[in-house]
């Protein structure tokens, strides 16, 4: 299993760019087989999460070409309407075939997801949706089993305990894009990836209205077809290498970033003090001279503060010149890097789904383990920060869904090395 090496305490300089959007590309690759022909998309990150997904629809029959962030996807040989455990159980993103699978073949056996370190993570809310249609849904020995006659438009609200969900919304939509009638989705996500999907979709030829917004309208059409579409910046790429030069208090610029998708977090950093400029699409950090400020997040749905960002926040507000709080309101148990940025030497208790920061002078090296796809990018923060050195174990998790991760933060001058 790779680990990094990270010797910590190195300023950083110079500009790092931003890839396409993991969880752009997921919702909308997969909906890539509802169109009659080919599609290309550019933009796409080398990520493991996104090579799951090509395995799983080449699994499927389809037939996909991947280089250079550009894929080719020609659906035509799908005659498999399956998603094994294997596959699923390493990606959950990957439900987000479901919504096209049954659109398109009317048919799905699709391994349910189960939970993970970040939380039990159902998926009532894209069942419903989806029965909403017109789906007949069972669960069969772990497998989600679907088979609609046709699906027809419908109402749906589809707000949980929690929120909207982000790929609740982007099955329904997908799946509505093909139904007969006139679809109305309810406390709909207005997550950037979902507007990209309503975009991607709608140049496939579907008639969509309201995206970004917590209602959408779908009016379904009979046929789609292949198209050529590029994908947004990765925006929680984006959010962590501007925490990556905060946390090392570097002048740093982030490009290929769109400042608007991250409004909530750049208020926030804003409010701890730290100086920077943004264009349309750059971010740049000017000199940072003290200490921050500490800083009170409550994660939620967007345009709230981003779950994603959550723990790369908690890293840098380690440091903060005093008491910060984190309350998780998405996934109320996402904090399993507390106890590793604890070993580094940081000061955080929780208290239910609340972490309280005692901002501490310094951090300092130790051996740690990563966990998931976010906490192990904080543990790589509080890293580069720390005196001496840290060792990440495990770092598969960061690999899932960063494009060249120590790549882009040694071209930086990080001194990060991955041992094999
Ligand atoms: N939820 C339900 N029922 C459902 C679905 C979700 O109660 O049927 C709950 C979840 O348990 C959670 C909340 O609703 O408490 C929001 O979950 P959501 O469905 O929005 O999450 P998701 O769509 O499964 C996507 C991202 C996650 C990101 C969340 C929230 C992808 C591939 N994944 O997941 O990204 O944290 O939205 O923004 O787009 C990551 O990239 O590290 C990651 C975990």
């Known amino acids: 299993m790779d680990r ?28 890539a087989i509802l169109g009659s022909g080919k599609t290309v998309i550019h933009n796409i990150p080398n990520v493991k999460d996104i090579r799951t997904l090509v395995k799983i629809l080449e699994y499927m029959g389809a037939s996909v070409r991947f280089s250079n962030n550009t894929m080719e996807i020609d659906p035509s040989g799908i005659d498999r309407f399956t998603a094994p455990y294997e596959f699923v159980s390493t990606m ?20 349910m997801p189960g939970g993970c370190v970040i939380g039990t993570r159902p998926i009532d809310l894209h069942i419903k949706g989806l029965k909403k249609l017109g789906v007949d849904i069972t669960i069969e020995e772990g497998y989600i089993v679907g088979k609609a006659r046709k699906l027809k438009g419908t109402t749906v609200f589809l707000g949980g305990n929690f929120g909207s969900s982000v790929l609740a919304t982007a099955n ?27 975009r991607f979709l709608k140049k496939m030829g579907a008639k969509i ?19 050529e579409y590029s994908i947004i910046p990765d925006r929680i790429e984006a959010g962590t290498y501007v925490l990556a030069g905060c946390i090392t208090s570097s002048a740093i610029t982030i490009e290929n970033f769109i400042p608007s998708h991250l409004l909530s977090f750049l208020d926030k950093i804003e409010e701890t003090g730290i100086p920077f400029k943004t264009g349309t699409d750059f971010l740049k950090i000017n000199n940072i001279t003290s200490r921050w400020k500490p800083v009170d997040i409550v994660t939620l749905p967007y345009p709230g503060f981003p779950t994603d960002l959550q723990a790369q926040m908690t890293a840098f507000l380690t440091l903060a010149d005093g008491i910060s709080t984190v309350t998780e309101k998405v996934f109320p148990e996402r904090f399993i890097h507390i106890g590793e940025l604890n070993r580094l030497g940081a000061n955080i208790t929780l208290d239910g789904p609340k972490a309280i920061i005692k901002g501490v002078n310094k951090l300092i090296g130790a051996k740690t383990m ?10 790589v ?14 770092i598969y ?13 040694n071209g930086l001058g990080a001194n990060i090395r991955r041992i094999r």
């Open 4 to 31: 990094f090496i990270i010797e910590g305490g190195k300023k950083l300089k110079g500009s790092v760019r931003v890839s396409g959007s993991k969880n752009a590309a997921l919702p909308i690759i997969s909906a």
């Open 92 to 111: 959950r993103g990957s439900i987000c075939l479901l919504g096209p699978l049954l659109a398109k073949y009317r048919e799905a056996k699709f391994s």
């Open 172 to 198: 329904v939509m997908s799946a509505a894009a093909l139904a007969e009638g006139e679809t109305i989705i309810e406390f709909a996500s207005c997550e950037p990836e979902i507007v990209d999907l309503a």
């Open 209 to 227: 209205y309201g995206e970004g917004s917590h209602c959408i309208r779908i009016e379904g059409v009979k046929k789609l077809n292949g198209v």
């Open 370 to 379: 990563a966990s998931d796809l976010r906490a192990s990018a904080a543990i």
């Open 381 to 394: 923060l509080a890293a580069l920060a720390a005196e001496g050195e840290t060792e990440v174990s495990r």
């Open 397 to 409: 998790h960061l690999d899932r869904g960063y494009e060249k991760f120590e790549e882009k933060l």
